[in-house]
């Protein structure tokens, strides 16, 4: 799970990838910026040479890099400041106090004080699916969503698993990262766009023109080069989003039986999830940031999870746990009213479903 390198190691290396995360995006950004440059001198100045047109693309891509640089900087900045209300308005994530999720609270509130961690905001999203994900880029912003279905048919120390694996993400800057990646591709997603429009307004009008100017000139190949910049820097920021190391995921995991100490709980927790966890209406950005991913990526290449199975192997072979199976779940509407009065008990008072076989004194994995 952790046989590569450290989590030390991992926390080192996703600072540095966050930094070149940020130098990545503002190469692309400048990248797209030459590509609508040549583009437009193409259509403007076809009848010039190729060489000279791509001359006259990079002299207006220095006049254009300062006000370049300043409206990429404005957009990191929007994204710093409101991502978290952006993700809660797709979402409908609702920040929970512990009146109005007392179990829910407790639970994140005793891992905190267990490490002496900040505890993050605490939200809530109405949905029937089983999943949960972690969002913020500093202390003030880090919060934990979870879904109202994921609350309903998982015990206590299952959430608490799940709550400890989003935790570890936190921990480990995961957070930070996805956050910023997501950025890059929201930035050049909208420059490739507005590309694009571009290109089909002024399509019909580069047409007419080529068919009266000198079809020697350079406009043709200048036009679809740039066209290739585009479809290039749109393609590196895919890569950049989805090849970002499944490995967080394992050492997320892994800090969570860290946290808990109860390995059982979090590979419970995992096969409950497996293949419950779509959002429909959340976007493939807020799935990425998700305890799992049911959107596969092209032959795996893309996918931003692990597998279940190799994530549950990897905690049963290093972490002692023991894997149930596949575990059957009925539909909401069969479970009763025992839930729901199991949700709406105060804190303090105890269950009536008996002793929960999670709750055992076990020493954790990793202190043998």
């Known amino acids: 799970m952790a046989a590569a390198y450290g989590l030390y190691t991992h926390i080192r290396a996703n600072r540095v990838r966050s930094v070149l995360l940020l130098i990545g995006l503002f190469f692309l950004v400048y990248l797209m910026t030459f590509a609508g440059a040549l583009f437009a001198e193409g259509v403007s100045a076809g009848e010039l040479p190729l060489e000279r047109l791509i001359q006259r693309a990079f002299r207006d891509l220095f006049y254009a890099f300062p006000w370049v640089t300043i409206g990429t900087a404005l957009w990191i900045l929007i994204a710093y400041r409101w991502h978290q209300a952006m993700i809660d308005a797709i979402t409908g994530g609702r920040e929970v106090t512990r009146q109005q999720q007392p179990r829910l609270y407790n639970l994140l509130e005793n891992l905190c004080i267990s490490r002496g961690i900040p505890m993050p905001k605490l939200k809530v999203m109405d949905d029937g699916a089983l999943n949960a994900f972690a969002s913020g880029m500093n202390p003030k912003q880090y919060s934990i969503t979870v879904t109202s279905g994921l609350l309903q048919r ?93 490995q967080r995921e394992f050492l997320a995991d892994a800090g969570s039986v860290e946290l808990t100490k109860n390995p059982d709980a979090m590979i419970s927790a995992l096969r409950k999830i497996e293949g419950r966890g779509e959002l429909p209406g959340a976007t493939s950005a ?50 009763g009213g025992a839930d729901q009065q199991a949700e709406d008990a105060p804190a303090d008072q105890p269950r009536e479903s008996g002793p929960n076989p999670w709750l055992r004194d076990r020493p954790g994995p990793w202190q043998r």
């Open 154 to 246: 998982l015990d206590d120390p299952e959430v608490e698993s799940v709550l400890g694996h989003e935790l570890t993400h936190i921990r480990n800057g995961d957070v930070r990262m996805m956050v910023i990646a997501v950025v890059i591709a929201g930035v050049i997603s909208f420059f490739a766009e507005l590309f694009f429009r571009l290109f089909f307004r002024t399509g019909g009008s580069w047409r007419v023109g080529r068919s009266s100017s000198d079809r020697k000139g350079g406009g043709a190949a200048a036009i679809l080069i740039a066209i290739a910049i585009v479809g290039v820097a749109w393609l590196l920021s895919i890569v950049i989003r989805f090849g970002l190391s499944r």
């Open 286 to 335: 807020i799935m990425e940031m998700c305890v799992d991913n049911p959107r596969e990526g092209f032959v795996d290449l893309f996918a931003t999870h692990p597998p279940v199975e190799k994530r549950i192997d990897a905690l049963v072979k290093f972490a002692g746990g023991h894997d149930p199976g596949p575990i059957a779940l009925p539909a909401p509407e069969e479970e």
